[in-house]
């Protein structure tokens, strides 16, 4: 299974976010120029952020984004199914636009269902805090 972008880029901010000191508010401008990515990207996917209610965002002169809870409250399964737009591992799991002959007798579904499961249990046991570099690796990656 691959991540979408869109996911790919809500991990990455919250990463950064949970690597700042605890309350520093950031920009959008500095996450992006940090990743390299698109920042129209990075707006609608703080926006999405925000409304999940994982990130603060403050408006105005002195505002920025910042993590609304601390990196160990935020588990990375939940984080990964609130950003994925759907997770049809095959065309047999949608069910609007499923054109599969074989899926009324096919057992891959089952098979693939099963892996699914496995794939998001494994992301259930991590936090944010376990993904997030060390301060030293850290500022590492920021001197370079």
Known sequence: ??????????????????????????????????YAISRNHLTKVVHHLSKLDYVKTVRGRGGGIMLKYNPERLNIGAVVRNTEENFHMAECFDRENNK???????????????????????????????????DDVFSNIILR
């Open 1 to 34: 299974m691959k991540l979408t972008l869109y996911t790919d880029y809500s991990l990455r901010v919250l990463m950064y976010l949970g690597m700042k000191k605890e309350g520093s508010k950031v920009n959008i401008d500095e996450i992006a120029e940090f």
């Open 100 to 134: 599969c002959v074989l899926t009324p007798v096919c057992t891959l579904r089952f098979l693939l269902n099963d892996a699914l499961k496995a794939y998001l249990e494994v992301l259930d046991n991590y936090t944010l805090k376990d993904i997030i570099p060390s």
